[in-house]
T-cell receptor, first 112, second 109 residues
């Protein structure tokens, strides 16, 4: 398995609180991604990064922000969590555009 | 941006039968089309991929075909086994990989 670590793996938080999920990789891959997975919706791209400090929006970016200050870390922040953001969040990495992406183990987030 | 449609959403087959999952995409600039398998509670994992300069690719019981003109690609699993039961996702390379909504494959023995 690719060296990808997500933290926390499980979190319960209250509506309106900020939440940060961390993705850490040891592969030195250039590209990093955040997806969310919900029943009936598959995997939807939230944000992605193509280098340090280079990020772009995905399909469902509203309510989320990201930062990448180091090659190995990609942070996803929910500014003010809502119940609709209850989901499983997957980080993924890739060494090149249009190449295989490898997923982390996922972070289960529940917003109550 | 890229949009990927995947059908069917559920598929039930008998062990030994073949299974076919189909996807269409919208962005003619997409060149990379992977398929991922996700078992319950696990991360998605790549099972096969195809690039736009290839029409078909096989790996043992799994094959993928691509028709760039029609903008569709398909996953074929032959001689299905109970361990093939999982959710399968197709994807296409837009600015980043965009996934279909998934197909839940159930193989009964």
């Amino acid at each position: 398995d690719a060296g990808i670590t997500q933290s926390p793996r499980h979190k319960v938080t209250e509506t309106g609180t900020p939440v940060t999920l961390r993705c850490h990789q040891t592969e030195n891959h250039r590209y990093m991604y955040w997806y969310r997975q919900d029943p009936g919706h598959g995997l939807r791209l939230i944000h992605y990064s193509y280098g340090v400090k280079d990020t772009d929006k995905g399909e469902v970016s509203d309510g989320y922000s990201v930062s990448r200050s180091k090659t190995e870390d990609f942070l996803l922040t929910l500014e003010s969590a809502t119940s609709s953001q209850t989901s499983v969040y997957f980080c993924a990495i890739s060494d090149a555009y249009e190449n295989t992406i490898y997923f982390g183990e996922g972070s289960w987030l529940t917003v109550v | 941006g890229e949009n990927v449609e995947q059908h069917p959403s559920t598929l039930s087959v008998q062990e030994g039968d073949s299974a076919v999952i189909k996807c269409t995409y919208s962005d003619s600039a997409s060149n990379y089309f992977p398929w991922y398998k996700q078992e319950l509670g696990k991360r998605p994992q790549l099972i096969i991929d195809i690039r736009s300069n290839v029409g078909e690719k096989k790996d043992q019981r799994i094959a993928v075909t691509l028709n760039k003109t029609a903008k569709h690609f398909s996953l074929h699993i032959t001689e299905t086994q109970p361990e093939d039961s999982a959710v399968y996702f197709c994807a296409a390379s837009g600015t980043a990989l965009i996934f279909g909504k998934g197909t839940t494959l159930s193989v009964s023995s």
